[in-house]
């Protein structure tokens, strides 16, 4: 309960800052010039540095907010950046603990709460655990205390990477189900969303899920397409962007990789396309990178 206060007054005293530290960035995307069809690194300097690894970085729907996770020494934090009075503000930590790591934000449809995946122990022990899936509450510019998003959702084994379709469907991925000597094995599932919480999810098909690792799921709004991190034999590197469509019978089309473009002999992964559609955003080499996200077109 003390560490849950602690972080709860952390994140408090953090944001009741933000608008007293702008940084000369204005305009949508933190004023950066916006990409084409060749991926670009996002805003170097700034989110992307060359001392750290940046992982999933996403917008709010008016994408004058801003959230990313940093792997510091081993441990990731959540950081988060806004537009205020027409000047972005310094990025500063809100979800950050001596012991536990807090990766791969994402927010609910409605953006009330902000969602990530945390090794903290449900019960607070101090003691890390297996990958959960947690969320916090949003009010005004104040965030509650991590609540564990549940039997439903998280399982003994990881769970990784959360993203929502406007219906509140969550989708995400777990390696529950996978052989004690193949632990890397994640499948992509969805949960309906229910009253309170979540359904119990569903694996979705083997034209998504092969036997090897599919993770970092974003689904589109509508639910016409979903691009996710997998590592495949065909691929070009320790893993890579793919891309499925859902067909008109609601069945989802046998995923393609989305090329050397995007791809390269690293790890692709954390894919976000922003709410106005424009572009795609996903984590490759350690940076954060964006690119027209009309490159999806390519592969219907």
């Known amino acids: 309960m003390l560490r849950s206060l602690l972080l709860t007054l952390t994140i408090l005293s953090q944001s009741l800052v933000f608008a007293q530290q702008p940084i000369k960035r204005s305009g949508k995307y933190l004023g950066e010039q ?7 690194k996002f805003a170097p300097g700034l989110i992307s540095l060359p001392d750290q690894h940046e992982f999933g ?8 907010e801003c959230y990313f996770a940093v792997d510091s020494k081993g441990k990731a934090e959540i950081r988060h950046t806004k537009l205020v009075g027409g000047q972005w503000t310094k990025p500063l930590t809100i979800l950050s603990d001596k012991v536990y790591s807090y990766n791969d934000p994402m927010l609910s449809p409605d953006e009330s709460k902000l969602f990530f ?17 947690w969320y916090v509450k949003r009010n005004g510019d104040r965030w509650s205390a991590p ?14 990477y959360v993203s929502f379709a406007k219906n509140g ?7 529950k189900h996978a052989d004690a000597n193949r632990t890397n094995n994640f499948d992509i599932y969805a949960a309906l969303a229910a009253q309170t919480g979540f359904q119990q999810p569903s694996r979705l098909a083997e034209t998504i899920n092969t036997g090897q690792y599919e993770a970092d799921v974003f689904v589109a709004a509508d639910e016409s397409y979903i691009i996710f991190s997998a590592a495949h034999t065909d691929g070009y590197g320790a893993g890579d962007l793919y891309i499925s469509f ?3 019978d609601g069945s989802w ?16 992964l954390c894919p976000f396309v922003t709410a106005d559609g424009k572009y795609l955003f996903y984590t490759s080499r350690q940076d954060i990178y964006w690119v027209d996200a009309t490159i999806i077109d390519k592969f219907r």
């Open 117 to 133: 995946i945390s090794d903290r122990s449900p019960d607070d022990t101090g003691k890390k655990k297996d990958y959960d899936i």
């Open 34 to 40: 916006t990409p084409g069809m060749t991926p670009v």
């Open 253 to 268: 089309s046998h995923a393609k990789n989305m090329g050397d473009t995007i791809n390269t002999p690293g790890h692709e």
């Open 147 to 160: 609540i564990n998003a549940g039997p439903a959702i998280n399982s003994s084994r990881h769970e990784y």
């Open 246 to 248: 859902r067909k008109a």
């Open 57 to 64: 970085s996403i917008f709010s729907a008016n994408g004058e």
């Open 169 to 175: 469907t969550m989708y995400f991925s777990s390696n």
